[in-house]
């Protein structure tokens, strides 16, 4: 039976993709925009908007890859018991343990999602992530150029997870009994500063990478150019906190499938490309 696997032009979608139809298993891609959308030979891909969910995409399936959209998680869950879906793995957040969860705006996006999944009659596994290795993205622009980066909490230290350890995961809760049913908080096996992460990037790509402090004051408003004022908030708060303490590091591959967690290091070398120029 298919396994739909939405947001499929993510990173985590892309390997879970990836993962399944190498092992011959029936997978289904779903995006919000197919047309940009790339799959193996032999891949369905359909159309998936998940905010308004419609048309065929659930037809014949009975498992579901989802990424969290609580605006459209109702009519979403309603289409998946009425085309006999029976398991659902929700790609959701360690944010969603949080004490202030259900106000803070990253956090009560996952957990509406799961709220709404949990009092549903499907079987749910949330996979609750804490910061993707990847957001070291949001830098390639700048050391591309030979530019500072510039950070208001540079030593702010977090585990970041390599989205293909969290494919490999889901890719466990959806063909293995292991972590169906379950709820696991998910991080890379070291913890790092943004400072460490730095460094690491400049040791693979042979080159400095400046980093200039600024205060919490200028990194809002650089933040508030390109996001909402409640969510860089929310960042800046939680980079605040993560300077105080060191990183907790949660489950893992090591720890779920026996198989040592990718580094940062390893991420570094895997997407060495996009910080060129
Ligand atoms: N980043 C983190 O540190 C982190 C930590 C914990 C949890 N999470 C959760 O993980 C989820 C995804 O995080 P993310 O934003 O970092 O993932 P992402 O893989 O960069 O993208 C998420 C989705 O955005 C859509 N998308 C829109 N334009 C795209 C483009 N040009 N290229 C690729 N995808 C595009 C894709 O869905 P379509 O193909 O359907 O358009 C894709 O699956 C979020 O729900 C977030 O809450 C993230």
Do not use: C
Not at 30 to 55: C, F, I, Q, R, Y
């Amino acid at each position: 039976m298919t396994i739909l696997v939405t947001g499929a032009r993510g990173k985590v979608g892309q390997a879970i993709i990836a993962r399944l139809h190498a092992a011959g298993l029936p997978v289904r891609a779903a995006s919000a925009n197919p047309a940009e959308l790339t799959v193996p030979a032999g891949v369905e891909a359909v159309e998936l908007a998940l905010d308004h969910p419609t048309g065929a995409a659930l037809d014949g399936v009975r498992q579901v890859f989802l990424y969290p959209d609580p605006t459209g998680i109702d009519a979403f869950i309603k289409s998946a018991q009425a085309a006999g879906v029976e398991h659902v793995v929700l790609l959701s957040s360690s944010s969603v343990l949080d004490p202030d969860a259900e106000t803070d705006p990253l956090a009560s996006h996952s957990l509406k999602v799961e709220q709404a999944l949990a009092a549903s009659d499907l079987v749910h596994t949330f996979l609750r992530p804490d910061a993707f290795a990847s957001n070291a993205l949001g830098w390639a622009y700048l050391i591309g150029q030979n530019l500072p980066i510039q950070l208001a909490y540079p030593d702010a230290d977090i585990a970041p997870i390599h989205p293909d350890d969290i494919a490999d995961i889901a890719v466990e809760a959806l063909t293995g009994d292991s972590l169906k049913g379950r709820a696991v908080t998910l991080t890379g096996g070291q913890a790092l500063t943004f400072r460490r992460q730095l460094a690491v990037l400049s040791e693979v790509l042979g080159r400095d990478i400046p980093l200039v402090e600024i205060t919490h004051a200028e990194a809002e408003q650089q933040m508030s150019q390109y996001m909402p004022a409640p969510m860089v908030a929310s960042l800046l708060a939680l980079w605040a906190a993560a300077s105080a303490a060191p990183a907790a590091v949660a489950d893992t591959t090591q720890t779920l499938l026996g198989t040592p967690a990718r580094t940062f290091e390893q991420w570094a070398r895997d997407n060495a490309a996009a910080f060129q120029q």
